[in-house]
């Protein structure tokens, strides 16, 4: 599996198995499936709820430990220095690990308002505080960040002594948030994409149909590639053993530069509907 460096040397698969809802049928099962299939880069988070299955998963594999790249989330609601710490070793125990490969904040702002912080400012500082001292204890190898705009990332790093290793955005033809990515490129922060086939809701978008047609591969594949092309690391998600193994892509087809550009100036398609800002009050 083809790797990148990320800005602290560690190494990450640029293809993820991507957990979000697979509880929907057996969790451990199809995470299972997924390792069966060849994925070692796994990510979770504290709000799937899956990360004990992530663990039993890997534990039952007999893959060792060190060969998975395994990613969580500080859930939202938890944002802050002392909840940070606290959810960090939750999320260890339930995995069953004793270290992390990847700990990201999960979205920059609560989901509700806080009275025991000023503002999400001051809230986001405070846990990438938390996030560090993580790091510098060995208890993760890299911190990142979460569906964090520009104006997030100018605040984060106002205080910072580490720069985030990543930023996991929804990413995929028809949602390529172009000021964000030109953004993290500047500043060395690798680019995951989430729904990198726009959950299945482009996949009937013409310009794909035909672009996969006349590449020979469905249109999850070319988006997939595209993604790649992007310098995307891509964490598609399927529970079908079909799928899983087809989304693991390698370079057998290279979209044209024309083709790509094609697909970048294709219009709005296939957003989530979730935007960072978001704050609804409890
Ligand atoms: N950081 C965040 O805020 C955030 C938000 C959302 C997601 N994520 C992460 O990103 C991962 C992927 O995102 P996602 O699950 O939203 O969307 P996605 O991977 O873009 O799309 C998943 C959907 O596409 C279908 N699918 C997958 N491969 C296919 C193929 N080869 N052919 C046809 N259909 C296919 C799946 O169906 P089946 O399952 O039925 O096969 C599922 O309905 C998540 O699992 C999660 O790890 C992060």
């Known amino acids: 599996m083809e790797t990148k460096k990320l800005n602290n040397g560690v190494l990450i698969p640029c293809i993820g198995f991507g957990t979000y809802k697979t509880t929907v049928d057996d969790g451990y099962t199809v995470i299972l499936n997924a390792i069966k299939a060849g994925y070692r880069h796994l ?31 500080l859930n939202r609601n938890r944002l802050g220095y002392e909840s940070t710490k606290a959810e960090f070793e939750e999320s260890l125990r339930k995995l069953g690990m004793d270290y992390m490969d990847l700990y ?23 846990t990438w505080r938390a996030m560090e001292e993580l790091l510098k204890e060995g208890k993760v190898r890299a911190i990142g960040v979460s569906n964090f ?25 028809g949602y390529l948030q ?15 994409a989430w729904s990198p086939i726009g959950r299945a809701r482009i996949m ?10 006349k590449y020979g591969v469905s249109v999850a ?16 998600k399927s529970t079908h053993v ?14 044209s530069d024309e083709d790509m550009d094609l697909i970048r100036s294709m219009p709005e398609a296939g957003w989530s509907g979730e935007h960072p800002d978001r704050e609804t009050v409890k």
């Open 43 to 73: 990510d979770t988070a504290a709000i799937y709820n899956n990360e004990e299955e992530v663990g039993r998963a890997v534990r039952e594999s007999a893959v060792p430990r060190e060969e998975f790249f395994i990613t969580s989330k």
């Open 104 to 126: 990201l904040i999960h979205w920059p702002r609560s989901d509700y308002g806080r009275d025991d912080y000023d503002s999400w400012e001051d809230l986001d500082r405070e």
């Open 149 to 173: 705009l520009p104006h997030h990332l100018d605040n984060l790093l106002k205080n910072a002594n580490v720069v985030p290793a990543l930023n996991q955005l929804e990413l995929h033809p």
């Open 178 to 192: 172009e000021e964000a990515v030109e953004y993290c490129r500047e500043k060395g922060i690798a680019l995951e």
């Open 204 to 213: 009937k978008y013409p310009l794909l149909v035909e672009m996969a047609a």
């Open 221 to 236: 594949h070319l988006c997939l590639i595209f993604g790649l092309q992007n310098d995307f690391i891509i964490l598609p």
């Open 242 to 255: 079909e799928s899983m193994e087809e989304n693991l892509v390698s370079g057998d087809i290279t979209i």
